[in-house]
């Protein structure tokens, strides 16, 4: 039998590969301990071997001269140590599994080649790779094509090869258990098995079935802006994980996982994605939510947080339209530049005495406009607190005269008064001098209060000023263009105004809020932020994304999104790709779509996909599994006791299963009730909570980017769902789902699932 001799001949080879491992392994080992315990040596006789001599400058010099010798030689040592280490580590990662792919190739008028693809790569001497690394630039071929010419990006341009093997292996502790020759991209019985296995609380890494869409996206290295749009599930943000980790590899030395920031739609979903790049060997990159990004700016604000957020109907959407916009925001770009001119809102600065301010608000406004035009606003901020500042000087002498400085002396024990002394034992010619030097002391002491609060723009009125600018909005755009009259755009201030009385903040105000305030002040933007990743971008408004870019002026951006999966901006969400274009040039922006689903079956693939009406092109990976069943029940109690036998039939196949509910308040519900039916499961009500293993409860706007065996979307009824723009909101839910799908309601069903077809669903 071929196939099995060629399997022998694998093993063979992996246990040579294996074996060389081992070897390298323990000589890794020994060199550490080497290193090790010379470091230890070195720091236990440090200052034995040292000249220790403070007397002479030369000698002093020599001292210092050791010093930096010996620090130097701890460094190497310890630097070897780290490579040691750092190898080790990836030798321990490849022990398991070296290699999970084979291709043999051959450059014109090169010998043929064969090479092996792992999770890292493996020499056994210099240049002599036993495995390469899946992010070397020759693996790409493995991922990109089919057998033939194939092409790919090496160092110094493009190279084309003959690839005339492609295989692929399951190993599981060092051995094949089986392997697959194929022509395909990535054969779909090598994805089937991965696909098959269960959901957990932890994403996992997609490095050995990579698919060629996924790939393009991952390897892509010249585009300024790359936009993903995806179905659901079709591996956007595995994507986003592997593109980091290529990304690191690739500008190793230029790049760490610290000049990479992503936005993910939850905390939930961090905690979901945090063992990807550890298992690759990489470190985590910054990973925040918008709204963390915003919040942390404003600690004496609360900003509308995800549930408010979702829970507000209140909203009117003309005025929502317009402040997500480009248009909003060029409208804050334009309104910053008059104020070079005119108009910026000062407050008084109070120290000691609030009737009569140290700094008045008019005499601050007049050094501020004092300067010639070419001053711009950064400029005008520092020179500004340099006047202030300066004048602070001035201000000493003055107030060393006034009542409260005589009173604060008279009130000091005698341990006070030491500390203000320059040495215990200082003279003065006379008490008057004595008391004008304290006086001095106590003055300077106390104003630097105010130079505190000159540092910190507190003189800037940010918030009068923001409502000054909406209050100039009708001046600056149309608003009959967006459907808004002059009243309601008035009566929509005065809104904002009341909620800043009470210390809150809206989503929709917070980044214009933001934006202003870093304009008025100048403030630095994060240069040094080299790739950002929007994952789940349906979800942010044109404003928050042109927000982000300006923050990071210097990032190259990633977006990924499913425009089908619109919770919180719904429609708007249509026209953000052409939004967000305007921001980049568009030679440097790449546009890839993924339309195959692979976290799902193809029954529900093929079943959720309806409930979109003309929604973006999604394609089923052949995967087989039940078909969605829809569980019509007559009253509340009808619907829970479905539900308990849903999570029992589950429970017994071993699928993890969501309970999604539509709002917070309707998943607390089932939690008592599944309580008082004494079943375990845990509530997730809200974003900061962790992933636990065994059935969850969840609002569906904490399920997003999340997926699980099975899902039962709850009460999917008329009463529930019933607007059209929820239909993204139930695409979200039923696409969490990548085995099985009960869908539980009452009475009618929502007639958003009217255009089913009757093969894809069966009735319970
Ligand atoms: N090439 C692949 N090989 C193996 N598994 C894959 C591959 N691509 C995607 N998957 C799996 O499909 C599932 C969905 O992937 P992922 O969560 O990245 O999709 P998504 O596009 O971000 O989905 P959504 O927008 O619905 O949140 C995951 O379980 C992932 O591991």
Redesign the pocket.
Known sequence: MVKETEQQKEQKHLDDVLGLIKTRQGQLDKSINRAQSEAQNLNAHFFDDLKLDYDGYSTSMDTALSIHQQQQMLQERQNAWQHSAKQLSTLKRLEKKPYFARVDFQEKGEDPETIYIGLGSFADKDDHFLIYDWRAPISSIYYDGKLGEVTYNAPDGEQTVNMTKKRQFLIEDGKITNMFDTNESIGDQM?LN??NEKSSTQ??S?VT???RE?NKIIRNTSADLLFVQ?A???????AIMQRVAYLLYRYRGNLTSSDVIMFSPNQLFNDYVKNVLPEMGEQNMVQMTYWQFVSRRVPGMDVETLFEQFEDKKQDSHIANLKDSLTFFNAVTRYANHLEKNGMLFRNIIFKDPKKPFYDKEKIKEIYYSFNENYHLRNRIETTKEALISSLNHRVEPETRKAWVSRTIESLDQEQLNKLYDRPDQEFESSAKEEHFLARKIVINQLKKVARKINQNRFLNIRGQYLAFLRAVPKLIDLSKWNITEDQWHEHVEQVKQSFIDHKIKMSDISPYLYLYDLVTGRRTDYSMRYAFIDEIQDYTPFQLAYLKYNFPRAKFTMLG?LN?AIFTKDESKTLLGQISKLFDPKKTDVVQLTKS??STKELTDFTKQILRQGEKIEAFDRQGPKPAFYKRDDKNGEYDALVDILKENDEAKLTTAIITKTLEQAQKVSEELKKRNIKATLVASANQRLVEGTLIMPSYLAK?L?FDAVVAWDVSKDDYHELDETQLLYTIT?RAMYKLDLIYKNQLSPLFDNLDKNTYVNK
């Open positions: 994805l991965v696909l994403m996992k997609i079935t990579i698919q996924q995806g659901a599930g079709s591996g956007k943000t595995s499913d999966q692979y976290r980017g997926e696409s």
